[in-house]
């Protein structure tokens, strides 16, 4: 299965996707935009496999700064 067929609907239908990216955008800055205290983001990506060495590094620095 292609990339392409897999997500058909995501390329057939562009304007609702980027609607629903756009309220996915919305609402987790409207979320952040409650929390009263200095925040840090970690984007990434869902291929890291969770055994990567980079992985595993940005979940113990997420963890290093959460308890401080």
């Known amino acids: 299965?292609?990339?392409?067929?897999?997500?058909?609907?995501?390329?057939?239908?562009?304007?609702?996707t980027v609607e629903k990216v756009r309220q996915e955008i919305d609402a987790g800055l409207s979320l952040?935009?409650?929390?009263?205290?200095k925040i840090v983001t970690?984007?990434?990506?869902?291929?890291?496999?969770e055994d990567s060495k980079y992985y595993?590094?940005?979940?113990n620095v997420a963890f290093e700064l959460g308890k401080k």
């Open 56 to 59: 595993k590094h940005c979940k």
């Open 1 to 16: 299965m292609t990339r392409l067929h897999k997500n058909q609907e995501y390329y057939e239908k562009t304007e609702w």
């Open 32 to 37: 952040l935009g409650k929390i009263d205290k």
């Open 42 to 49: 970690f984007f990434g990506s869902h291929r890291v496999p």
